[in-house]
C-alpha cells in the first residue's frame, strides 16, 4: 500500500504541469483556435520563473512572471494566428522553435552557462502540508511534497468547467468555437473572445513552465518541457476540450510520466523515456479511429 502510495504521488506531480497546460489548450479548442505553441509557452514559464527567483528571491512573483511569460508568448499567436489568419501549424511550430533557442541564448547572457542552471539562492515552490492526512500513515504519503500549484490546477479546471457549461459568458464562448458566424451575428464580440482564450491558454502554461522549474526541482534545463506542450494537446483532444474529462486524460499522461521514472532500474533508459510518446501516439491513433468510427456509424 505505500508503494501504491507513492506511485500516485509521482503521478499527481507528473500531471501537474500537462493539465494546466492540456486546459489552456481545450479553452482554446472551445473558441476554435488550434493553439499548437503550448510546448514553447510551457518552456519560457519555466524560464523566466527562474530568472526572476534568481533576481527576486521571492517565489510568488517567481510565479506570477512564469504566468506573464507564457501569456506573452501566446500574445504572438494571438496577433499573428487568430487577428491576421496566418497558418496555425507554421505560427506554432515557428514559437516553439524560437522559445527553444532564445531560452538557450538566454540561459547563457544571464547566467554565463549553457545546458542548464541551478543556484542555492533559488528558492523551491513551498510544499503544502495537510494538517490531518498528513497524520494518518499511507494516506500521508499520497499527498506528500505537493505544492499550492498541484491543487490549484484541479481547481482551476473545476472552475473553468462551472464558467464554460453553467454560466451564460461560458457558453456565448463556446459559441464561437461551433459557428463563429452565428456568434457574431448575435453580437457576441468573437474576435477579443478567441484572443483572451489564447492568452488565458498562455497563462495556464507559463504556470505549469513555473511548477515544472520550481517544483520537485528547481533550476532550468535547456528544452525541459521535454515534449510536455504536445502531450497537454493529446490530453485535451481525448479529453473533448471538457475540463472535467482532460483531468482524467492527464492523468493517464501522468501515469506514463511516473511509470518511466520508475521502471529506469529495469529497462534501458532510452525505452523509459519514450513510455509517454508512445503512450501519446497510442491514445491518440485510438481515439481517432473511434471518432471516426463513430462518425460512420
Known amino acids: 500500500m505505500n508503494m501504491l502510495a507513492v506511485i500516485l504521488n509521482s503521478t499527481i506531480r507528473s500531471t501537474t504541469p500537462i493539465l494546466l497546460a492540456a486546459l489552456g489548450s481545450a479553452i482554446c479548442s472551445q473558441v476554435g483556435v488550434f493553439n499548437i505553441a503550448l510546448e514553447g509557452q510551457i518552456l519560457i514559464g519555466c524560464f523566466v520563473s527562474i530568472v526572476a527567483n534568481y533576481f527576486t528571491g521571492n517565489v510568488y512573483l517567481a510565479v506570477l512572471c512564469g504566468m506573464l511569460g507564457g501569456a506573452a508568448v501566446a500574445s504572438i499567436v494571438a496577433i499573428l494566428q487568430v487577428k491576421y489568419k496566418a497558418a496555425d501549424m507554421v505560427i506554432g511550430t515557428s514559437v516553439n522553435l524560437l522559445t527553444s533557442g532564445l531560452t538557450s541564448v538566454l540561459l547563457s547572457t544571464i547566467f554565463g552557462v549553457r545546458g542548464s542552471f541551478s543556484s542555492p539562492e533559488l528558492i523551491s515552490l513551498p510544499k503544502i502540508k495537510l494538517p490531518v ?29 462551472v464558467y464554460l457549461y453553467k454560466t451564460v459568458s ?19 464580440k468573437t474576435l477579443r473572445t478567441q484572443i483572451i482564450a489564447v492568452l488565458v491558454s498562455g497563462a495556464l502554461c507559463g504556470l505549469g513552465g513555473s511548477v515544472l522549474s520550481m517544483g520537485q526541482v528547481t533550476l532550468f534545463t535547456e528544452d525541459m518541457s521535454a515534449g510536455r506542450g504536445y502531450m497537454a494537446m493529446a ?15 492527464s492523468l493517464f499522461f501522468g501515469i506514463c510520466q511516473s511509470a518511466g521514472v520508475l521502471l529506469q532500474n529495469y529497462v534501458p533508459s532510452q525505452l523509459t523515456q519514450a513510455i509517454p510518446y508512445a503512450a501519446t501516439v497510442i491514445a491518440l491513433s485510438i481515439f481517432g479511429w473511434r471518432a471516426i468510427r463513430k462518425k460512420n456509424a
Not at 494516506?139 to 472552475?159: G, H, K, P
Not at 461560458?170 to 457576441?188: C, R
Open 133 to 161: 492526512i498528513s497524520e494518518i500513515p499511507v494516506v500521508s504519503r499520497l499527498f506528500e511534497q505537493l505544492t499550492f500549484i498541484d491543487y490549484l490546477s484541479y481547481i482551476i479546471a473545476i472552475l473553468m468547467f
Open 170 to 188: 461560458g457558453f456565448h464562448t463556446q459559441s464561437v468555437g461551433k459557428n463563429i458566424e452565428a456568434a457574431d451575428s448575435l453580437g457576441i
Open 235 to 249: 490530453s485535451a483532444s481525448m479529453g473533448q476540450a471538457h475540463p472535467l474529462f482532460v483531468i482524467a486524460s
